[in-house]
């Protein structure tokens, strides 16, 4: 089934690639000031959300996760080749994953 349209709000983006969140889009989102997420979806579109606090126990993700973005602040992660990605997808086509099960002992 296709989306459809439900509105549409116009914005613009400076020179510097900076936007400001229409309020009509602030109010759908619940947010007046604070973080936002947009993921891009396999399909091409954007879903803007609230940006949700995440709790880490685990210091170690942490850790990779400010490295991380430390590595796109520098630009130094790129998108993966869409020819790998798509032989990612004929090497694991069908292959049924459980997330929650535990590792297997080695």
């Not at 509105?7 to 690639?17: M, N, V």
């Not at 032989?87 to 997330?99: C, F, K, M, R, S």
Request: hydrophobic share 45%.
């Amino acid at each position: 089934m296709t989306p459809t349209t439900t509105f549409a709000i116009d914005a613009t983006i400076t020179e510097r690639g900076q936007t400001t969140v229409p309020a009509p889009i602030r109010r759908l989102l619940g947010v007046s000031k604070g973080a936002i997420t947009f993921r891009l979806l396999s399909d091409g579109r954007i879903v803007i959300e609230p940006k949700q606090e995440e709790v880490h126990e685990d210091p170690a993700i942490g850790a990779f996760l400010a490295f991380l973005a430390a590595d796109l602040a520098r630009g130094n992660l790129v998108a993966a080749d869409p020819g790998l990605l798509d032989e990612i997808d004929q090497l694991t086509d069908g292959v049924q994953v459980d997330l929650d099960a535990a590792l297997p002992d080695a």
